[in-house]
């Protein structure tokens, strides 16, 4: 039912700003949120932040409501910017970005050490009922490829490490497991940039030379690939 009514409303908004692209009240309109839910973000809804932006701050380029739409839109083009940029390193047949994490005893795994296997380098957390469901799937390929050279390498973004830890006890997920938050924050935030984790779980398939074979592959692209590489 809120899901609903979350759709209906954004639906009759968009409606109402497309129809008054010069109206400040269309800012407000864009800008609104449901318990703390926007209706409007930058992912689904970027033509017509664009649209709405071009159309007021021509009008009213020293209204307050128009200046903060142009800012976020400004920011929005800036961030979309960086995307482009960062994707271009993460392309097929290009070489993976090292990473080294903790894993559940406290040793240091390095990504590039794996050299000589198909690694699937997957970023999750434990709470993610996708990521949970992703794991059942991946526990199958797991035992299906380990013994011909296949070997995951796993990235929990879990806050908790006790929870973390909690969940592959009761799971035995036997792959690597690693914390992200081994790593200081600054180092964290690099690794999100690095590999553009802007939502989770996802998962990218590097070869034996430590290229990129497959990006926000899923369980079975990966069930796929490695059938025909292993």
């Known amino acids: 039912m809120y899901r609903t009514n979350f759709?209906?409303?954004?639906?009759?908004?968009?409606?109402?700003?497309?129809?008054?692209?010069?109206?400040?009240?269309?800012?407000?309109?864009?800008?609104?949120?449901?318990?703390?839910?926007?209706?409007?973000?930058?992912?689904?809804?970027?033509?017509?932040?664009?649209?709405?932006?071009?159309?007021?701050?021509?009008?009213y380029p020293e209204n307050s409501f128009a200046i903060a739409l142009h800012n976020k839109v400004l920011d929005m083009k800036m961030k979309e910017k960086e995307k482009q940029r960062i994707m271009e390193t993460l392309q097929i047949g290009k070489a993976a970005?090292?990473?080294?994490?903790?894993?559940?005893?406290?040793?240091?795994?390095?990504?590039?050490?794996?050299?000589?296997k198909i690694v699937l380098l997957k970023f999750w957390d434990s709470h993610c009922t996708t990521c949970q469901a992703e794991n059942v799937k991946l526990k199958e390929?797991?035992?299906?490829?380990?013994?011909?050279?296949?070997?995951?390498?796993a990235i929990s973004e879990d806050v908790n490490k006790d929870e973390w830890l909690s969940y592959l006890k009761n799971n035995n997920f036997n792959w690597i497991q690693t914390w992200l938050y081994s790593l200081p924050q600054d180092k964290v935030d690099a690794l999100g940039k690095l590999y553009y984790i802007d939502a989770i779980p996802i998962g990218y398939l590097i070869d034996r030379e430590g290229k990129f074979l497959g990006i926000d592959v899923k369980n079975n692209e990966i069930d796929s690939i490695l059938g025909k590489n292993l």
């Open 97 to 116: 970005p090292d990473v080294s994490l903790m894993d559940v005893n406290g040793k240091l795994i390095q990504l590039s050490a794996l050299k000589g």
């Open 141 to 153: 390929i797991y035992t299906k490829y380990k013994n011909k050279g296949f070997e995951i390498f």
């Open 7 to 59: 759709k209906n409303i954004k639906n009759d908004l968009k409606d109402l700003i497309e129809q008054n692209m010069n109206s400040l009240a269309s800012v407000v309109a864009i800008l609104s949120s449901i318990a703390g839910q926007s209706l409007f973000n930058e992912l689904n809804d970027a033509q017509l932040f664009y649209a709405l932006n071009d159309s007021l701050f021509n009008i």
